[in-house]
């Protein structure tokens, strides 16, 4: 179907499952049965090993068509495109772009020779920038040195190295998003609040979905030993929905016993432990002490080094 479909049509399955093949056959079909000059089609990639498959792969169709060709219109149709291919736009999306650029160039007043560097000639500039950068924070010449420098000795063990290669994945992270700046400026956002809500929901639907796991497992054992009854009766009384706070109680249920009796199995015994260190983590984070629930305690221990590190 996605073939043949007309229009915008998105195809989203995972690695090794025929995305490639899927789109050369549409390319094909647009060709043979559309009309279509392959010299009028982009087609654009990640990467140029992608991209020379692609090409190659549409190669051996076209000729494999040409072979088989009907009448001699669509053999001088398919011998034309198989002309046509070298100069078909089939790359990695920076080369397209750049190429653009160059065509352009005198309407974006730029230099008709502007290329784009590769990582061995940007990590050079990046690592001499964020080496200087550092200096001068270590100089407190910026508003936020002191931030910096707490951050450096706090998590880095006074190695500014590590925060320089913190910045870098971060870095590298939000370059993959449409819109990094707006990224980096809710999170600032959210860091500024003294409530986690959202990893308050994101504890939320991993216990749930822990509940629901382990209901699996232990339902069909719950005959073999009264511990894994009372766990049992915890983990299902887990509410659906509701409140956060109410998540604490049928948690703090689940408790491994002072002492399992005589013969219980070291399998069950085993499966058990985890069920119990799961359980007491998730009560770790809920439990309310001075006004703070344990997730709200590690939230406002790191938020601001958090939010240093983003700025």
């Known amino acids: 179907m996605a073939v043949e479909h007309a229009g915008n049509t998105l195809v989203s399955a995972g690695a090794g499952t025929g995305k490639t093949s899927t789109l050369v056959s549409r390319v094909l079909h647009w060709i043979t049965e559309k009309g279509h000059s392959i010299d009028r089609l982009l087609m654009v990639t990640f990467t140029e090993a992608s991209a020379a498959e692609m090409r190659q792969r549409i190669r051996e169709l076209l000729m494999a068509r040409f072979e088989k060709a009907a009448d001699d219109d669509e053999a001088d149709h398919i011998g034309e495109q198989l002309a046509r291919l070298e100069q078909a736009q089939i790359s990695t999306l920076h080369s397209f772009c750049l190429r653009l650029v160059r065509e352009n160039f005198h309407l974006l007043e730029i230099d008709p020779d502007a290329r784009v560097l590769d990582d061995q000639q940007t990590r050079p500039l990046q690592e ?158 809920l439990n309310v002490s001075d006004g703070q629930s344990g997730l709200e305690e590690d939230w406002n221990h790191v938020r601001s080094d958090m939010a240093t590190l983003l700025k």
């Not at 719950?222 to 887990?238: H, K, P």
Request: aromatic content about 10%.
């Open 128 to 285: 001499r920038l964020l080496d200087e950068l550092m200096r001068e924070h270590i100089e407190g010449a910026h508003e936020n040195s002191a931030d910096v420098q707490r951050l450096i000795r706090t998590y880095a063990a006074g190695v500014r190295e590590r925060v320089q290669g913190w910045i870098k994945q971060v870095h590298g992270f939000v370059r993959t998003l449409p819109d990094p700046d707006d990224w980096i400026e809710r999170e600032l956002l959210a860091y500024g609040h003294m409530v986690p809500e959202l990893w308050k929901e994101w504890l939320s639907v991993e216990i749930r979905d822990w509940r629901d796991r382990w209901i699996q497992i232990l339902t069909p054992i719950r005959s073999e030993n009264d511990y894994v009854e009372q766990a049992l009766t915890g983990v299902t009384a887990i509410p659906n929905d509701g409140e956060f706070s109410q998540l604490a109680d049928p948690l703090s249920v689940i408790r491994k016993p002072g002492r399992w009796a005589n013969g219980t199995p070291a399998e069950l015994k085993k499966r058990m432990d985890r069920c119990y260190a799961e359980a007491a983590q998730f009560g770790d984070w």
